[in-house]
């Protein structure tokens, strides 16, 4: 099993920042990616920003304005999100696509989650 732990969440003004992390933790089979999704109320949860083999994806909505980046000594994923927007307001998950075998073409699919950390941009 692997386990993922959120941490950073909060409350902050639009156009201010937060950084995000995740501790990855437990059995580690293929990394076959890890990345950060959020689910707003009333939508359906969305990739914001994922690693796969060094390379990294962002949203078009959070491009130019969040940066994903992992500390593999440390087992953590981070998000820096600056200039913050009210649509940016969330629950963020922490994922990560881990296989016992090799890893798929293509992007990553989350088989372990975080538990979320909520973030809030108020205008």
């Known amino acids: 099993q692997v386990q993922l732990m959120e941490s950073g969440g909060g409350s902050v003004q639009a156009g201010g920042s937060l950084k995000l992390s995740c501790a990855v933790s437990?059995?580690?089979?293929?990394?076959?990616?890890t990345g950060w999704y959020r689910q707003a109320p009333g939508k359906e949860r969305e990739l914001v920003s994922g690693i796969k083999t060094g390379v990294t994806t962002y949203a078009d909505s959070v491009k130019g304005r969040f940066t994903i980046s992992q500390d593999t000594a440390k087992n953590t994923l981070y998000l820096q999100m600056n200039s913050l927007k009210t649509e940016d307001t969330a629950v963020y998950y922490c994922?990560?696509?881990?296989?016992?075998?090799?890893?798929?073409?293509?992007?990553?699919?989350?088989?372990?989650w975080g538990q979320g950390t909520q973030v809030a941009v108020c205008s």
């Open positions: 437990g059995n580690f089979f293929s990394d076959c990616g």
């Open positions: 994922a990560a696509d881990r296989r016992a075998g090799g890893c798929a073409q293509g992007p990553m699919s989350p088989n372990f």
